[in-house]
């Protein structure tokens, strides 16, 4: 008999929801009913991977934002629009990628005085180690060449949890776990240009990282 409900939700592992084979779109259809972890409980719905199912790169960011978890589609909110800028700018086409995150459920507060927002809370560690297999599986079955990790979370989803963004951005790195070669670049999330002081430097640090990305898909690495 499979465990109970409370039971996995307690184990914070999505592994049980996962399906035993499929392709993207049967990966997409059981992660709606994921409740590897709390988030599901306060989240409107799953927010799982989108775009080409045959993509040389793939986007990860941190978690869905309010305007994700509401519309279900990753990076449609105001960060999202500024990574679409940044994109085409480094040279990197989002029409041809693919865009997830490595935490599928959003994690807020309710800010009563200031109108009931819900503001975003940044994932913990068991909470992305839940979700972990999501993201693995994503991967597995595009096997993109070059995957950028947007955000500290992103990065330590993938690179570990000693990973520092500060310290090893813009660097071309092998995707652990993965064939040779695929690689990883690691930047800061576009919500952080949002909330810099000079936000025209941040921006040009995270085209320049992208850039390291589109050159390694043009075999420039």
């Not at 790195?173 to 949002?194: C, E, K, N, R």
Request: charged share 25%; aromatic share 6%.
């Amino acid at each position: 008999m499979s465990p109970s409900e409370d039971t996995r939700a307690s184990a914070y592992d999505a592994t049980p929801f996962l399906p035993d084979s499929g392709d993207l779109a049967a990966y997409r259809r059981a992660a709606a009913d994921c409740h590897g972890c709390p988030l599901y409980e306060n989240a409107t719905q799953t927010v799982f991977g989108r775009g080409d199912t045959s993509a040389r790169v793939v986007l990860v960011g941190e978690q869905p934002g309010d305007q994700e978890d509401r519309q279900g589609e990753p990076f449609v909110g105001p960060a999202g629009r500024l990574l679409d800028k940044a994109l085409t700018e480094a040279g990197i086409d989002r029409g041809t990628a693919y865009v997830t995150n490595a935490v599928k459920h959003f994690k807020f507060t309710v800010v009563p005085e200031r109108g009931k927002r819900r503001i975003h809370k940044a994932p913990s560690l068991r909470e992305m180690s839940a979700c972990k297999p999501w993201l693995r599986a994503e991967l597995d079955l595009i096997r993109p060449d070059v995957v950028v990790a947007l955000g500290a979370t992103a990065a330590k989803s993938l690179l570990g949890g000693s990973f520092r963004v500060s310290k090893d951005r813009g660097s071309l790195l092998p995707l652990p776990g993965a064939d040779d070669g695929q690689y990883v670049v690691a930047t800061v999330h576009p919500s952080a240009i949002l909330r810099a002081d000079d936000r025209e430097a941040a921006y040009a640090g995270l085209v320049s990282d992208l850039k390291v990305a589109a050159r390694a898909l043009n075999g420039q690495g």
